[in-house]
């Protein structure tokens, strides 16, 4: 069993930044997958970024360049570091683990762009 607890949403203006954490409990933190994702107002749930246990990394289309991934196994904790941040990347953001068809999901964080 894995929990996941997210932090670090805010408001934020355009171009701004935020640094997003997911502090997970449980073993075998370095086995998973982990990744974020988010909901926008009136649209379905997206993948944001992905990082396996090996440490490779996935970026959806619209966040490349802008946003990283990362982990601290020693720390349970994954990251995403939102730079260049823009209205569209509104949304409540998601944390996942993933190992052997099994996931975990975090309750999420507001993130808000707005000037």
């Known amino acids: 069993q894995v929990q996941l607890v997210e932090s670090g949403g805010g408001l934020v203006q355009p171009g701004g930044s935020l640094r997003l954490s997911c502090a997970a409990s449980g073993s075998s933190f370095s086995s998973y997958a982990m990744a974020w994702h988010r909901r926008a107002p009136g649209k379905q749930r997206e993948l944001v970024a992905m990082?396996?246990?090996?440490?490779?990394?996935i970026y959806t289309a619209s966040v490349k360049g802008r946003f990283t991934i990362s982990r601290d196994n020693a720390k349970k904790t994954v990251y995403l570091q939102t730079n260049s941040l823009k209205p569209e990347d509104t949304a409540v953001y998601y944390c996942k683990a993933g190992r052997l068809g099994t996931a975990y999901w975090g309750q999420g964080t507001q993130v808000t762009v707005s000037s």
């Open positions: 990082i396996t246990s090996g440490n490779s990394t």
